[in-house]
């Protein structure tokens, strides 16, 4: 009865895990459209930040992240190819630039609680966009 029970929560957490980890987006094609959306919506703020900061990439990253590719957060490898587009939008020559960039941003949206509220805002924006424009 006990390995029942267990098995069934395993299934239970799997399930769980493989609602949370799924993409919300897979079109590669879209991450231009949705940085394009990002500087919108900063810039719609009483103080804009400034374009190209490391920080506002890192803000960008993690979002393209959440929607294209949550299991990286688990450890998991980017989808093919989403490197390759970040590094043309920021103007990098190598791929290798972005996974520079994506080593500190799960931490620093742990602990700075200003950085956790901005980039769920953004995401909250974003995903309305994708749901409004039909793509999610």
Not at 46 to 69: A, D, E, N, V, W
Not at 107 to 136: A, F, M, P, S
């Amino acid at each position: 009865k006990e390995l029942r029970e267990l098995k069934r929560q395993k299934e239970e957490i799997e399930d769980k895990e493989n609602q949370m980890t799924t993409p919300v987006v897979t079109d590669l094609s879209l991450v231009k459209v949705i940085y394009g959306w990002f500087w919108e919506i900063m810039e719609e703020r009483c103080c804009p930040p400034r374009r190209g900061s490391t920080m506002q990439r890192k803000k960008f990253l993690f979002i393209i992240i959440y929607l294209y590719c949550p299991r990286y957060f688990i450890g998991a490898k980017m989808p093919s190819g989403l490197r390759g587009v970040l590094s043309k939008l920021f103007g990098y020559n190598s791929p290798s630039a972005i996974s520079d960039l994506c080593h500190s941003i799960v931490d620093q949206y742990l602990i700075y609680r200003e950085i956790r509220r901005d980039v769920t805002d953004i995401i909250d924006k974003i995903t309305v966009r994708l749901k409004n424009g039909g793509y999610i």
